[in-house]
Every structure is written in C-alpha cells, then in structure tokens.
Nanobody, 120 residues
C-alpha cells in the first residue's frame, strides 16, 4: 500500500503562489493515477486535481482550472501541485491520494495533509 507525505503548505497573500509536494512510497507508484484533494473548515473533502500514470492526462475541478497545475516525477515518486493566483477560498488542508482509474475517487490511505492559508 502506498504511503504519502505532503509538504509545501503555508501562509500566502491572495494572488500569491505555492507549490505542494507529495512524496509516495512503493515501487509501483508510476502506474497509479494520483490526485490532490482539499478540506476547508466545516466542509467535506473535495477533489482538486488528478494526473494519470501516462504523460498528458490531467483533470481539474472547475474552481481551480487555469490557476493550478498538477505534475509528477516518477523517478522521485513525487506528485506536485503548483498553485497560482491563490484566493481566500483556496484555504484548506490539502491531501494527495491515489485515485481509481477512470474516476475522481480516492483509494487507499491518506497522508497527514499540508495546511494552505490564503489571506485576503
């Protein structure tokens, strides 16, 4: 089972940028669809972005499309989320997860998450 460790969160002003990283264990990481989710206080966890195991496939929630970019480095077993033009409503704990092929549904365990706070 893949284990995940997120990092890169912090406090940033609206309009700023952050880059999140998710380090994964496991020799089969490169065959997994991976994604990012977030959970704001008092709200349910929601899908943010996904990336396929093959080059070229990405998927984004409408709320982040055009501002966030997901990428991966299979040699480093790491998934990234570049977040630009951040808004106060992007404030949340961000988690990465393995995603079921052909869907946006997470599978397996969660990491501890990384807090992103955007001040307006």
């Amino acid at each position: 089972q893949v284990q995940l460790v997120e990092s890169g969160g912090g406090l940033v002003q609206a309009g700023g940028s952050l880059r999140l990283s998710c380090a994964a264990s496991g020799r089969t990481f490169s065959t997994y669809r991976m994604g990012w989710f977030r959970q704001a206080p008092g709200k349910e966890r929601e899908f943010v972005a996904a990336i396929g195991w093959s080059i070229g496939y990405t998927d984004y929630a409408d709320s982040v499309k055009g501002r966030f970019t997901i990428s991966r480095d299979n040699a480093k077993n790491t998934v990234y989320l570049q977040m630009n033009s951040l808004k106060a409503e992007d404030t949340a704990v961000y988690y990465c997860a393995r995603i079921i092929d052909g869907s946006r549904a997470p599978i397996g365990s969660w990491g501890q998450g990384t807090q992103v706070t955007v001040s307006s």
